[in-house]
C-alpha cells in the first residue's frame, strides 16, 4: 500500500481548482467549501470514488449521499425533476436545499451513492469555489460533510484537515462558510413533499413557495431514510445539556440573545448568525477546559428548526455512531 501523503490545504484558485478537478477524476477525494459546510466529494459517477467517501469517513454504507450539480440542466440529467422541483430550483438554487428525486433512466450516478434506493439526493450549492469544482472535475460530485461519521461538521478548511488529515488528497480553503449547517433535505418522490432533515432553507419559506404545508418525516432510529434522524450525530467530545440558562460547575455555556456565554451564537438573538457560529463554537468549547457544554434554548422557528435539530443529535445519548 502507497503510504497515505498529508491532506494540502490550498487557498481555492484557478491553479488549485484545476488540480482538484484532475484528482477528483482520478477517484480522490477532495474537500471543498460550500455555502453551509465543506464537503468531502468524489466524482459521483464513480463506484470507486464514492466508495473511499465511506471509507474516509467511516460511514454505515447504507446513508445515501447528496450529489452536487453545477446548475439545474446538470439534474435533467441524473434525476426525473417534476413542476414541483422545477419552481423549488428555480426559487431556492443555488442555495441550501436537497431534492429527494427519481432516479433518470441511464442516469450516470454510482448507485453506491444512493445507497441502491430508485431516487438520487441532489443539490446546487451557492459558494464558486463549489461551482468552479464541479465544472473542473466535469463531473457531479458526491460529497456529505468532510468529517468522521458523527462527529461536529466542518465549516473551515482546518476542521477538515482536523478530522480527515491524510484521508482526503486536497482541501480546498474558502474560508468560513456562511450559513453554518447543512442543507434541508425535502423529498419530492411522494405525493406529499415530506422535511427529512430540517436546514439552512427553513421549512416554512418552502411551504410558502409551494403553498402547502410539508409532510415530516417519521423518526424511526432502526430505519433512518436520512442519517440525519440517526440519533447521536453532530456530537462533541463533551457532554451537551440543553436548555440551559447558566453554566453549572465545570460546564461550558454557549449562550444566545441574552443568555450570555462562555461564546454566545448571537448575542442579537439573530438565528442566521447562530447557525453560522454553531458548528465551529462547539469546537472552541469542546477543545476547551470545561467537562461538559450547556447550550441556551434557542426558538424552534426558521434556522432554529437546524440548529435544534443539531444539538438535540449533539445532546443524544452516545451510542454507535
Ligand atoms: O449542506 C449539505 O447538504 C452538505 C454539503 C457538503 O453540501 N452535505 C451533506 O451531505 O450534509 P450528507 O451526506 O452529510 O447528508 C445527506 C443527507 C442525509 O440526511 C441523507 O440521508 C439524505 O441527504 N439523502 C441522500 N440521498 C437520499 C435519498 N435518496 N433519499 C433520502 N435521503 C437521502
Ligand atoms: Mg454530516
Redesign the pocket.
Known amino acids: 500500500n502507497p503510504v497515505p501523503l498529508p491532506a494540502l490545504i490550498e487557498p481555492a484558485c484557478a491553479l488549485s481548482l484545476a488540480e482538484a478537478g484532475r484528482l477528483l477524476r482520478e477517484g480522490r477525494l477532495v474537500a471543498f467549501p460550500?455555502e453551509?459546510?465543506?464537503?468531502?466529494g468524489a466524482d459521483a459517477t464513480c463506484d470507486r470514488a464514492v466508495a473511499a467517501i465511506f471509507e474516509a469517513k467511516g460511514r454505515p454504507s447504507f446513508?445515501?449521499?447528496?450529489v452536487?450539480v453545477a446548475d439545474a440542466a446538470e439534474a435533467e440529467a441524473l434525476v426525473e425533476l417534476d413542476d414541483r422541483a422545477r419552481l423549488l430550483t428555480a426559487r431556492f438554487w443555488p442555495g441550501?436545499l436537497?431534492l429527494?428525486l427519481p432516479r433518470r433512466a441511464g442516469s450516470p450516478v454510482s448507485l453506491l451513492a444512493?445507497?441502491g434506493?430508485d431516487?438520487?439526493?441532489v443539490?446546487m450549492?451557492d459558494h464558486p469555489v463549489a461551482l468552479d469544482l464541479i465544472r473542473a472535475a466535469g463531473r457531479p460530485l458526491a460529497?456529505?460533510?468532510?468529517n468522521r461519521s458523527g462527529a461536529v461538521?466542518p465549516t473551515l478548511a482546518l476542521h477538515v484537515v482536523d478530522s480527515l488529515g491524510a484521508r482526503v488528497a486536497l482541501v480546498l480553503d474558502g474560508g468560513p462558510c456562511r450559513v453554518g449547517v447543512?442543507?434541508t433535505?425535502l423529498?419530492l418522490?411522494t405525493a406529499t413533499a415530506c422535511l427529512?432533515?430540517p436546514?439552512?432553507i427553513a421549512a416554512e419559506e418552502i411551504e410558502a413557495a409551494l403553498g402547502s404545508p410539508l409532510a415530516r418525516a417519521a423518526i424511526d432510529p432502526h430505519a433512518?431514510?436520512?442519517?440525519?434522524?440517526l440519533e447521536s450525530h453532530y456530537a462533541p467530545g463533551l457532554p451537551v445539556r440543553l436548555n440551559a440558562t447558566t453554566a453549572e460547575q465545570d460546564e461550558a455555556l454557549l449562550g444566545f440573545g441574552d443568555i450570555v456565554g462562555t461564546l454566545t451564537l448571537s448575542a442579537a438573538g439573530d438565528l442566521q448568525e447562530a447557525a453560522a457560529n454553531l458548528f465551529a463554537m462547539l469546537r472552541l468549547l469542546d477543545g476547551g477546559p470545561h467537562r461538559a457544554i450547556a447550550v441556551a434554548p434557542i426558538p424552534e422557528h426558521g434556522l432554529g428548526l437546524a440548529i435544534n435539530d443539531r444539538l438535540r443529535r449533539a445532546a443524544a445519548p452516545r451510542g454507535q455512531p
Open positions: 460550500t453551509t459546510v465543506y464537503g468531502l446513508n445515501p449521499l447528496i452536487h441550501p436537497t429527494v444512493s445507497a434506493l431516487t438520487i439526493a443539490r450549492p460529497a456529505p460533510s468532510a461538521s447543512e442543507s433535505v423529498d418522490s427529512l432533515r436546514g439552512g433512518p431514510k436520512s442519517p440525519g434522524m
